[in-house]
C-alpha cells in the first residue's frame, strides 16, 4: 500500500471532525467511553502548530492524529522523560482493519528520532482489552492502567477516567 505522511492544514478540518464523528460514534456502538465533541480552536491550534497530522491513501485521507512532545496531565511524573506523545487516532471508515497503526509507529519511531526524543507513548481511556491487544501487536508496551489525578485541563472523556498506557521505548 502506497502512502504518504503529511502535516493536515487548515484545509482539512472538516475532515478531521468527520473521522472524529466515525470514530465516536464507532466507540458508541461498542459501548465504550466516547470521545466529547472537541474544541475546533483546538484542533485549529493544534494545525497553526504542525501537531496534526494525516495519511493519504491513493489521494484519499485515511486517517488523521495529532502528536504533542509535552503532556504532564496523563503522563504525570514520566513527562519529564523525552517523547513523542499521540493522541486521537481517527480513521476513514473506508480504511478500517488496514492496521494503519502500524505505519503511524514507524512514522512515529522516525519523527521521534529526527526529534531527538526516546519514546512514542500514547494512551487510551479505559481498560479496552481489545485496543490493548492492538497497540501491543504494534510494538508498544502496555504499561498498565492509571487512575489520573487531575483531569481539569483535558477534553471531557477523560473527566475520572483510568487510562490505559502505551509505550515505545528507541
Excluded at 112 to 132: C, P, Y
Excluded at 158 to 170: P, Q
Aim: aromatic share 12%; hydrophobic share 40%.
Amino acid at each position: 500500500m502506497e502512502l504518504q505522511i503529511r502535516n493536515s492544514t487548515l484545509g482539512d478540518i472538516d475532515s478531521i471532525f468527520k473521522f472524529y464523528k466515525f470514530a465516536t460514534d464507532f466507540q458508541k456502538a461498542k459501548s465504550m467511553i466516547s470521545w466529547p465533541e472537541f474544541d475546533r480552536k483546538l484542533i485549529e491550534q493544534e494545525l497553526k502548530e504542525h501537531r496534526q497530522w494525516k495519511m493519504i491513501v491513493g489521494g484519499d485521507i485515511a486517517c488523521v492524529w495529532a502528536t504533542t512532545f509535552d503532556d504532564p496531565d496523563i503522563w504525570e511524573e514520566r513527562n519529564n522523560d523525552s517523547a513523542v506523545y499521540i493522541h486521537r487516532i481517527a480513521t476513514n471508515p473506508d480504511f478500517r482493519g488496514k492496521n494503519l497503526v502500524r505505519y503511524i509507529v514507524h512514522w512515529a519511531i522516525e519523527y521521534a528520532i529526527a526529534n531527538h526524543k526516546k519514546f512514542v507513548r500514547l494512551d487510551t481511556v479505559g481498560e479496552n482489552k481489545g485496543l490493548i491487544e492492538h497497540y501491543t501487536r504494534c510494538g508498544f508496551e502496555f504499561l498498565g492502567l492509571k487512575k489520573l489525578r487531575d483531569t481539569s485541563g483535558l477534553p471531557a472523556h477523560y473527566d475520572k477516567a483510568t487510562v490505559s498506557l502505551f509505550e515505545l521505548k528507541l
